[in-house]
């Protein structure tokens, strides 16, 4: 991810918690899974379509799909691929529209009077 103002929206990747209770799973064995760890016993499971090799799926967990950092006075959002490819995702579509028309009016600072 970028830098420390940065916001990862929309990760890739399903957490399914483990077996154990809670304060095992803060004291016990943790696993790393791309730049995050967790208990042990869970899992994170990609559902994806296609040909995906083994090694790019762990490269893949975790990742950070749409980021939005504060840059001076504005912001920057940034999409790990083409957000409207041939128009076809209904989801990456309207993530493309909400960034387009609400991202300027609703800017790092957001101030409503009421």
Known sequence: LPSNGAEAVI??????????DLSSALLGDWQTIGWTSMPADAQVQLRMSGLLWPEASQRILNTAYLVRESVGRG????????????????????????????????????????
């Open 75 to 114: 912001q920057l959002i940034m999409f790990a691929n083409e957000a409207n490819f041939r128009g076809a995702a209904l989801g990456s579509r309207r993530m493309l529209l909400n960034a387009l028309v609400l991202g300027p009016g609703m800017g790092t600072d957001l101030h409503v009077e009421l």
């Open 11 to 20: 990760r890739a990747g399903q957490y399914r918690a483990g077996n154990s």
